[in-house]
């Protein structure tokens, strides 16, 4: 392949089926001008997607850290890449057809533009409460943004210039990369175009508070390395989860406590009604994501529920900086 115009880098894991999903979709994109070159990176897979990924025509990397990371493999993707724009996604996600057509226009029309995404969805929303609520956790309003996901178009330009992803970075990645880019005078653009759908495949409890416990990590070790710098992602995210964790189990334990002493359940009934009160506030404010009133009561259980779990995450990121200790990685699937 000579010249390629778009590199695309996919990053997988034992992804199987989702593999050859992801992989078809990039084969089936709307015309672009120019060849786009596939380059698949496994991180030890054992059920055989690097040979899956051959056979799709991808140039296939192998790589196998002692402290696996998602930036680990899209660095080793696009600095063998040959286009000047990279197009990174995960192994269980598929890209809708039009997105790249649409990006490349946007890039070509904005040169202050660094990196281009658009909107990622459940592929099978209907299939747990987890991935129905998680869903809209992905939508974010189009426009200039702060950061985007591990689904987006970059120019390999500014890439190089930052010298790439943090790889010492186990979650968290893609905004501390766009805060670094930002600081070059570069923006982020979220354009009104589906991207990709993605199976998170989520049925169990302990995935849940897993992916929420890694969120926490990242927030805290991002908002720390970046507190000092002219973007300082997630700062007041992590004293607003630290607040509102407090709040919502000194509540719970002021309740319980005030129903022993006075041998009543009145207390537990007002804090239920007051639990009840931020969760359909929380789902009224989020009515602009949906219009399902039982998926927007859910999604107002979670946005109060995460935030122990994110917490834990926080206060474990802590404890391991005390300990001069590196956490290793979260793995939620």
């Given at each position: 392949?000579?010249?390629?115009?778009?590199?695309?880098?996919?990053?997988?894991?034992?992804?199987?089926?989702?593999?050859?999903?992801?992989?078809?979709?990039?084969?089936?994109?709307?015309?672009?001008?120019?060849?786009?070159?596939?380059?698949?990176?496994?991180?030890?897979?054992?059920?055989?997607?690097?040979?899956?990924?051959?056979?799709?025509?991808?140039?296939?990397?192998?790589?196998?850290?002692?402290?696996?990371?998602?930036?680990?493999?899209?660095?080793?993707?696009?600095?063998?890449?040959?286009?000047?724009?990279?197009?990174?996604?995960?192994?269980?996600?598929?890209?809708?057809?039009?997105?790249?057509?649409?990006?490349?226009?946007?890039?070509?029309?904005?040169?202050?533009?660094?990196?281009?995404?658009?909107?990622?969805?459940?592929?099978?929303?209907?299939?747990?409460?987890?991935?129905?609520?998680?869903?809209?956790?992905?939508?974010?309003?189009?426009?200039?943004?702060?950061?985007?996901?591990?689904?987006?178009?970059?120019?390999?330009?500014?890439?190089?210039?930052?010298?790439?992803?943090?790889?010492?970075?186990i979650a968290g990645e893609e905004p501390e990369l766009c805060q670094r880019?930002?600081?070059?005078?570069?923006?982020?653009?979220?354009?009104?175009?589906?991207?990709?759908?993605?199976?998170?495949?989520?049925?169990?409890?302990?995935?849940?508070?897993?992916?929420?416990?890694?969120?926490?990590?990242?927030?805290?070790?991002?908002?720390?390395?970046?507190?000092?710098?002219?973007?300082?992602?997630?700062?007041?995210?992590?004293?607003?989860?630290?607040?509102?964790?407090?709040?919502?189990?000194?509540?719970?334990?002021?309740?319980?406590?005030?129903?022993?002493?006075?041998?009543?359940?009145?207390?537990?009934?007002?804090?239920?009604?007051?639990?009840?009160?931020?969760?359909?506030?929380?789902?009224?404010?989020?009515?602009?994501?949906?219009?399902?009133?039982?998926?927007?009561?859910?999604?107002?259980?979670?946005?109060?529920?995460?935030?122990?779990?994110?917490?834990?995450?926080?206060?474990?990121?802590?404890?391991?900086?005390?300990?001069?200790?590196?956490?290793?990685?979260?793995?939620?699937?």
């Amino acid at each position: 392949m000579k010249n390629p115009s778009v590199s695309v880098v996919v990053i997988g894991r034992n992804e199987g089926q989702r593999l050859a999903d992801c992989l078809a979709s990039i084969k089936a994109v709307n015309p672009i001008d120019g060849d786009i070159e596939l380059i698949y990176v496994d991180s030890n897979s054992q059920d055989g997607s690097p040979e899956l990924a051959e056979t799709f025509g991808a140039k296939v990397l192998r790589v196998l850290p002692q402290r696996p990371c998602a930036a680990i493999g899209r660095n080793a993707g696009w600095r063998i890449a040959s286009a000047p724009f990279i197009l990174f996604l995960d192994g269980d996600t598929r890209l809708h057809p039009a997105f790249l057509q649409t990006a490349l226009q946007a890039l070509a029309a904005h040169p202050e533009v660094a990196i281009v995404w658009g909107h990622r969805r459940e592929r099978y929303p209907e299939r747990t409460l987890y991935n129905r609520v998680l869903d809209l956790d992905w939508i974010y309003p189009p426009g200039i943004t702060d950061f985007c996901g591990g689904d987006a178009l970059m120019r390999r330009e500014v890439l190089e210039s930052v010298g790439g992803f943090s790889e010492d970075l186990i979650a968290g990645e893609e905004p501390e990369l766009c805060q670094r880019i930002r600081a070059l005078g570069n923006t982020i653009l979220h354009i009104d175009q589906p991207m990709t759908d993605h199976d998170l495949a989520m049925t169990r409890w302990q995935a849940y508070w897993k992916r929420a416990l890694r969120a926490g990590h990242a927030y805290a070790e991002v908002s720390q390395r970046m507190k000092n710098t002219a973007f300082p992602l997630w700062v007041s995210e992590c004293k607003r989860n630290a607040i509102h964790t407090g709040v919502l189990l000194a509540m719970l334990v002021g309740a319980l406590t005030l129903a022993v002493l006075i041998s009543d359940v009145w207390p537990l009934l007002a804090l239920l009604l007051t639990y009840s009160f931020l969760i359909v506030r929380s789902a009224y404010k989020a009515r602009w994501k949906c219009s399902q009133p039982v998926t927007l009561l859910l999604y107002g259980v979670h946005s109060h529920l995460q935030q122990i779990p994110i917490a834990l995450g926080q206060l474990g990121y802590w404890v391991n900086r005390v300990r001069n200790r590196r956490q290793g990685l979260i793995e939620y699937k």
